[in-house]
T-cell receptor, first 115, second 114 residues
């Protein structure tokens, strides 16, 4: 099983450029989310989705856009990259059973540097 | 709103001695709680989870955590540290009423001395 697949693994952008981080899962999970990881701050939620066609903002959504047209895919778009967006980005998926939350499955991360 | 506080940003132990990583949480409802581990330049791996069943939860690699509702704590323990346990550990809370999303603590870096 592939699980959660993120591409690319590494990316360098110039300030002002745009790009899309890809995330795909093959487990038919209804929940998907994007996090950024910065030193000493754990992971912070950027955007999330509770199903196809439904997205919402997390803790740090500014400068990012998402859409969820299918259950499998949840791309993250950087509209105009800024040095403050230099970070490691993780995509995750999860599901619930009988109202109980299961663990999240994470991709391997994308290390983004904005110069 | 939910939140997680990991009380120590760094913990250093000697190989073979016990490990204690502390975590306190705040949640409006009955939460699900997790511990994840991240080795350098790697993704996140689930160590263990609590989802309203037994309060003492056993995980992989000899780790355990006890859910204490009265203390709003979910501390991670291991009887005997191994060099391979050196990594960053994250305590995480999830609330189904908040879209199933995860709130992470700031992380605890565990160092294991030979």
């Amino acid at each position: 099983n592939a699980g959660v697949t993120q591409t690319p693994k590494f990316q360098v952008l110039k300030t002002g450029q745009s790009m899309t981080l890809q995330c795909a899962q093959d487990m038919n999970h209804e929940y998907m989310s994007w996090y950024r990881q910065d030193p000493g701050m754990g992971l912070r939620l950027i955007h999330y989705s509770v199903g196809a066609g439904i997205t919402d903002q997390g803790e740090v959504p500014n400068g990012y856009n998402v859409s969820r047209s299918t259950t499998e895919d949840f791309p993250l778009r950087l509209l105009s990259a800024a040095p403050s967006q230099t970070s490691v980005y993780f995509c995750a998926s999860s599901y619930s059973i009988g109202g109980l939350n299961t663990e999240a499955f994470f991709g391997q991360g994308t290390r983004l540097t904005v110069v | 709103a939910q939140s997680v506080t990991q009380l120590d940003s760094h913990v250093s132990v000697s190989e073979g001695t016990p490990v204690l990583l502390r975590c306190n949480y705040s949640s409006s409802y009955s939460p699900s709680l997790f511990w994840y581990v991240q080795h350098p330049n790697k993704g996140l791996q689930l160590l263990l989870k609590y989802t309203s069943a037994a309060t003492l939860v056993k995980g992989i690699n000899g780790f355990e955590a006890e859910f204490k509702k009265s203390e709003t704590s979910f501390h991670l323990t291991k009887p005997s540290a191994h060099m391979s346990d050196a990594a960053e550990y994250f305590c995480v809370v999830s609330d189904l009423n908040a879209g199933n999303m995860l709130t992470f603590g700031g992380g605890t870096r565990l160092m294991v001395k030979p």
